[in-house]
C-alpha cells in the first residue's frame, strides 16, 4: 500500500500562489494515478485534478481549470499541486490519493490518509 503525505500549505492572500507536494512510500508508486482532493469546513470533500500513472492524462474540476496544475515526478515518488490565482473559495483542507488503474473524479475510489492533508488558506 502507497504512505502519503501532503505538505505546502499555508496562508496567502487572494491572487497568490502556492504549491502542495505529496511524497509518497512504496516502489509501486509510479504505478498508480495520483490525485488531489479538498474539504472545507462543513463541505463535502471534493476532487480538485488527477494525474494518470505516467502523466499523459490529467483531469481537473471545473473550478479549478486554468489555475491549477498537477504533475508527477516518479523519480521522487512524488505529485505536485501548483496553484496560482488563489480565491478564499479555495481555502481548505488538501489531500493526495492514490489509485490503480485510470484516473476518475470519484472521490471515493480512492485512497487516501482523510486525517492528514495540508491546510490551505487565502485571504481576501
Known amino acids: 500500500q502507497v504512505q502519503l503525505v501532503e505538505s505546502g500549505g499555508g496562508l496567502v492572500q487572494a491572487g497568490g500562489s502556492l504549491r502542495l507536494s505529496c511524497a509518497a512510500s512504496?516502489?509501486?508508486?509510479?504505478?498508480?494515478?495520483m490525485g488531489w482532493f479538498r474539504q472545507a469546513p462543513g463541505k463535502d470533500r471534493e476532487f480538485v485534478a488527477a494525474?494518470?500513472?505516467?502523466?499523459?492524462?490529467?483531469a481537473y474540476a471545473e473550478f479549478v481549470k486554468g489555475r491549477f496544475t498537477i504533475s508527477r515526478d516518479n523519480p521522487k515518488n512524488t505529485v505536485y499541486l501548483q496553484m496560482n490565482s488563489l480565491k478564499p473559495e479555495d481555502t481548505a483542507v488538501y489531500y493526495c490519493?492514490?489509485?490503480?488503474?485510470?484516473?476518475?473524479?470519484?472521490?471515493?475510489?480512492?485512497?487516501?490518509?482523510w486525517g492528514q492533508g495540508t491546510q490551505v488558506t487565502v485571504s481576501s
Open positions: 490519493g492514490a489509485k490503480p488503474g485510470p484516473i476518475t473524479r470519484v472521490v471515493g475510489l480512492w485512497y487516501a490518509d
Open positions: 512504496g516502489r509501486t508508486f509510479s504505478s498508480y494515478a
Open positions: 494525474i494518470s500513472w505516467g502523466g499523459g492524462n490529467t
